[in-house]
Each structure stands twice: as structure tokens, then as C-alpha cells.
């Protein structure tokens, strides 16, 4: 039977301030007053039946989720007590599910992007659910067709057809430096396609990589999913969850299985709008920019002499004024301000561990 697993785990640091750990990404009404976690919930309407989506995330925002989306029922959202990439929460809700499901095929879905159109991404979709369900050895992913040389995403290395568009995935290539994505970049569509960090595969598959490719982690999954339906879990799940290896599935698992004979991975290319909103620059590109370029996302702002700024803020009342700025970030909410240039973007990651450091975590 299908399903879809939704992951939902991630804190955003890059879109610091306005993203939180006590309201991350996933659940800020910033794209049009809609959530990103409610759109990846929607675009799953009328494929996959509401009882059979799940959502992993951690245990904090379990009352804000569920909330946000009412279809899913607590014995739908599997509830991490920590953070331990993707590896840890695919491979938990596969082994929860696969105790419910034995023949389950998952959807693994990310919280975090656009994509449109809706239907062509359900026809996609589906196209990768036939492909693992024909071949049960076989790990699909989707790939996105490069629209720049962009350094923000790992890439596809694809290799021979497989049928229906499909290929094998001849290796996954970690985010690049700038000429190497430039010369993957021109290599074109057909050899290259960035990775969306969406899959299907069969619950039984998955859970037989990691347990022959990580077996430490494989055992702790085992243990926690054994109990998960009693009065033990929170237990088991507290003592064991957090000392799992930190690892993405993609390195964990899609990359050794690339080169293990017992499965294949193939790629299922997503020709239609990707973004995946992670970045301050990415979200702009949802804004409609006005004649000098800038991106505005408050509720009183002016721009004057100004281009190419994105300016954003989560208090409706608070006036923001730009005078001869150009190519800025400025994003602002009642307990912090950022202000940088463009092309920082990226450092805002390493600006928000020192803000931890220095004026304490609750502006975190």
C-alpha cells in the first residue's frame, strides 16, 4: 500500500530571525500567509488517502503540526526527541510503518519546498511509486533540472535509461564549488540534475540498506519501532534516538546503494517549478519584485532610491524605511533584526550560532 512520510525536522537556521526553533520554517505563514508544511500536505490531496500520510518532526512542534494540519491523527506523527538527520527519520518512520504496513512503499516528501504545477507533480510522483512497486530492489529519487550553476545543491549523476524517463543513478555528488557546478551545469539535463530530496521506495527495502550499511543505527531503529505501539516508547525512544549516528540518508544510504549489486537507484527527472525555500535569497523569489527589483514582505514599508533589496518582517505594525540601498536583506521581528548584504546569505547560518553564543538561546 502507499504512503507518504512528510519530514519536517528542519530548524531553518538560514532564515534566522524569522525562523525559530519554536516556529521553524515549516510553520511560518510567509508564502502568502500560507505555511510551507500545510502546501506539502495539500499537494498530496487525492493521491495518497489523509490516513496514510505521516509526518516526522520533533516532539516540540507536535501540538503546532498537528494543529496546522488536521487530517493527521497523532498516531500519524512520528516524534523525535532530537534531531538526527535523515537518515534516523526515514529510517524510524519506515520502521514504524513497516509494522503497520509489511508491504508498505513510502513517499518521502520534504516541508520546505514549492513545487508546481500540483499535477504535474502528482503524475511524477505516481510515476515513482509504479517504479518501486514493480521493482522492489529499487530506491527512486527525483531529480530537478538545473536552472544555474547553483553550489546550494547536491547533484545527480545520471547514467542509462531504465524505462519511462527513468535513470540509474550513476552517483550523488555532494554540493559542489562553484566551477564544479558550473561544469555541471553545462554538461546539460541529461547528465546532471540537482537532488530534490524527495524518494519512494518499499519500507522493506530501505530498512535492509541501512541495516547492512549502517548497522549500529539499524539496531537502535529496531528497538525504538518494536516498542513504539506501547506504554515503552517514550522511554526507549529517549534513550536510544539521541546516541544514532547524525548522518543524512543520502550519504548513508543512496550513496552506497548506487554501488551495491543487491539494489539500484534510479532517478525520475521533475520537469516542472522547484524551490526549495532555505535560504533568505530563495524566499524573495516567491515575492513578486517591484519596478526596482525589491522584494517586500511587510506591512509598512518605503523603499526609496533602493533595488534589488528584500526586505521582510513579521510584525505588521512596524514601519521599515530604506533610503539608497542596494542588493540588502533585511528582515525584521519584535525580538531581532538582520540586516546583511545579499551575497552573505549563506553566513547566516554561522551569524546564528553566535547569536546563541552570545546573547543566549532563547533568540534562537
Known amino acids: 500500500m ?29 508564502i502568502g500567509g500560507r ?26 512542534h507536535e501540538e503546532a503540526i498537528l494543529a496546522a494540519l488536521p ?3 497523532p498516531e500519524q506523527y512520528i516524534a523525535e526527541p532530537v534531531g538526527r538527520d535523515t537518515l534516523n527519520a526515514a529510517g524510524l518512520s519506515a520502521a514504524v510503518i513497516a509494522r503497520r504496513d509489511a508491504d508498505a512503499v513510502i513517499g518521502v516528501f520534504t516541508a520546505d519546498h514549492l513545487i508546481e504545477p500540483v499535477e504535474a507533480f502528482q503524475r511524477i510522483v ?19 533540472k538545473p536552472t544555474g550553476p547553483a553550489t546550494g545543491y547536491g547533484y545527480l549523476e545520471l547514467g542509462e535509461e531504465i ?55 539499524s539496531a537502535g531503529l529496531t528497538k525504538i519501532a518494536s516498542v513504539w505501539e506501547g506504554p515503552e516508547r517514550s522511554r526507549v525512544l529517549a534513550e536510544v534516538y539521541p546516541g544514532l549516528r547524525k548522518i543524512s540518508v543520502d550519504f548513508a544510504v543512496m550513496e552506497p546503494a548506487s554501488r551495491d549489486p543487491l539494489v539500484r537507484v534510479a532517478a525520475v527527472p521533475m520537469d516542472l517549478e522547484w524551490l526549495d525555500v532555505g535560504s533568505w535569497p530563495s524566499f524573495a523569489r516567491t515575492i513578486k519584485p517591484d519596478a526596482d527589483g ?30 539608497g540601498c542596494q542588493d540588502l536583506i533585511v528582515i525584521h521581528t519584535p525580538e531581532a533584526t538582520l540586516v546583511c548584504q545579499a551575497d552573505h546569505a549563506e553566513a547566516i547560518k554561522r551569524i546564528h550560532a ?10 534562537l
Open 2 to 30: 502507499r504512503h507518504a512520510l512528510i519530514l519536517a525536522g528542519g530548524s531553518g537556521t538560514r532564515l534566522w530571525p524569522m525562523s525559530r526553533a519554536g516556529q521553524p520554517k515549516q510553520l511560518i505563514p510567509f
Open 35 to 60: 505555511r510551507l508544511l500545510e502546501l506539502a500536505a495539500q499537494r498530496l490531496a487525492g493521491m495518497i488517502d489523509p490516513s496514510r500520510v505521516y509526518v516526522c518532526a520533533a516532539a516540540a
Open 71 to 73: 487530517d493527521i491523527r
Open 126 to 144: 505516481s510515476q515513482g511509486f509504479a517504479l518501486a512497486e514493480k521493482e522492489p530492489q529499487t530506491l527512486v529519487t527525483f531529480g530537478v
Open 163 to 217: 524505462g519511462g524517463g527513468a535513470r540509474l543513478v550513476r552517483q550523488f555528488r555532494e554540493k559542489p564549488d562553484a566551477e564544479t557546478a558550473k561544469r555541471f551545469f553545462e554538461a546539460g539535463p541529461e547528465r546532471y540534475l540537482w537532488n530534490s530530496g524527495m524518494f519512494v521506495w518499499r519500507a522493506a527495502t530501505l530498512l535492509d540498506c541501512i541495516r547492512r550499511y549502517e548497522p549500529e543505527v
Open 294 to 323: 525589491n522584494a517586500v514582505s511587510a506591512g509598512k514599508s518605503l523603499l526609496v532610491d533602493s533595488a534589488r533589496n528584500l526586505v521582510a518582517s513579521s510584525d505588521p505594525d512596524h514601519l521599515i524605511v530604506t533610503l
Open 354 to 363: 553566535e547569536v546563541g553564543k552570545r546573547f543566549g538561546e532563547e533568540l
